[in-house]
């Protein structure tokens, strides 16, 4: 069964620091794209960052980009998200999603078929 | 950046009703198109890909439709268990980006 796990999340200070993971189970993590999206309370899906299967294209959504790192370790089968420099908009629950890859005769489609249950972060004084 | 807009934001059906959500993108982005369903404290879960595909398991009310920019996802027959908000998603090219959503409540 796969199963994406997220932690790391908790209350954190403007201006501050954190790392959150996400531990995947249940499927080749090494053969996945991953990516990161978070949910403010009561508002929608905002995607933050994508990662292929070996690190070597990473893209950033512009509100995070120079703040977050995303980073993989494929021998501990973990997604890692490192946080810095830390806003009350960034308040929101953070999920990992898997990259699901379709191919056909027109070509390449993609969606994030795994998502895990989430860890809120809190920026707040 | 590919904007994405949905309409309505709300819609209130009763159970039997034929639901329609729109969702519009910025600019063409093919069938790079994706349908999330989410429910309250829950992760969304993907219906639809490549604008049309249904997602393995995803009962056959759930259809979507369109190319380009506009895009339609359909429910034939509401259910009590698709009362839900959802979430277009373009992958045509980075930053990814969701709809607002379309929270579909109950009549």
């Known amino acids: 069964e796969v199963q994406l796990v997220e932690s790391g999340g908790g209350l954190v200070q403007p201006g501050g620091s954190l790392t959150l993971s996400c531990a995947a189970s249940?499927?080749?993590?090494?053969?996945?794209?991953m990516n990161w999206v978070r949910q403010a309370p009561g508002k929608g899906l905002e995607w933050i960052s994508f990662?292929?299967?070996?690190?070597?294209?990473?893209s950033y959504a512009d509100s995070v980009k120079g703040r977050f790192t995303i980073s993989r370790d494929n021998a501990k089968n973990s997604l890692y998200l490192q946080m810095n420099s830390l806003r009350a908009e960034d308040t929101a629950v953070y999920y990992c999603?898997?990259?699901?890859?379709?191919?056909?005769?027109?070509?390449?489609?993609?969606?994030?078929?795994?998502w895990g249950q989430g860890t809120l972060v809190t920026v707040s004084s | 950046d590919i904007q994405m807009t949905q309409s309505p934001s709300t819609l209130s059906a009763s159970v039997g009703d034929r639901v329609t959500i729109s969702c519009r993108a910025s600019?063409?982005?093919?069938?790079?198109l994706a349908w999330y369903q989410q429910k309250p404290g829950k992760p969304p879960k993907v219906l639809i890909y490549?604008?049309?595909t249904l997602e393995s398991g995803v009962p056959s009310r759930f259809s979507g439709s369109g190319s380009g920019t506009e895009f339609t996802l359909t429910i034939s027959s509401l259910q009590p268990d698709d009362f839900a908000t959802y979430y277009c998603?373009?992958?045509?090219?980075?930053?990814?980006?969701f709809g607002p959503g379309t929270k579909v409540d109950i009549k």
């Open positions: 600019q063409g982005i093919r069938a790079w």
């Open positions: 490549k604008a049309s």
């Open positions: 249940g499927f080749t993590f090494s053969s996945y794209e």
């Open positions: 999603a898997r990259d699901r890859t379709h191919y056909d005769s027109s070509g390449y489609y993609y969606d994030f078929d795994y």
């Open positions: 990662i292929t299967t070996t690190g070597d294209t990473i």
């Open positions: 998603h373009q992958y045509s090219g980075f930053p990814f980006t």
